[in-house]
């Protein structure tokens, strides 16, 4: 079980870092996506994968360990949020400048000189 959720957090994040380096502004968003999905299952796997583990204390000899749902809720909530922003601003951005093409200011801002 520990390789399996290794490799799915190795092929995601190998995913999102592909799609991040894209030029165009909604792979970026969806490679961010990824990124922040390979993060929450590796922040799921910290707290050891224990299978008919019991959520409170006490009613069984294994138990769930809570504070890495807790971290994997609030890396949800946190992920929605900027990904809700980063679309908003691709749209604007698109809506202003006319393209979705990601590029360097600095090239252009030299070759217009």
Avoid: H, W
Avoid at 17 to 25: M, P
Avoid at 37 to 50: K, M
Wanted: aromatic content about 8%.
């Amino acid at each position: 079980m520990e390789t399996l959720y290794s490799v799915t957090v190795g092929i995601l994040t190998a995913c999102s870092v592909f799609l991040i380096l894209r030029g165009r502004s909604f792979p970026v968003v969806v490679g961010i996506t990824m990124l922040s999905y390979a993060v929450n299952l590796f922040l799921f796997s910290t707290g050891r994968l224990t299978i008919d583990g019991a959520p409170i204390l006490g009613t069984n000899d294994s138990y769930a360990d809570p504070l890495p749902q807790a971290l994997v809720l609030t890396a949800i909530v946190i992920g929605f949020a900027m990904t809700a922003y980063s679309i908003i601003l691709a749209v604007r951005t698109r809506g202003e400048v006319g393209t979705d093409e990601v590029s360097d200011t600095d090239s252009d801002a030299e070759g217009k000189r």
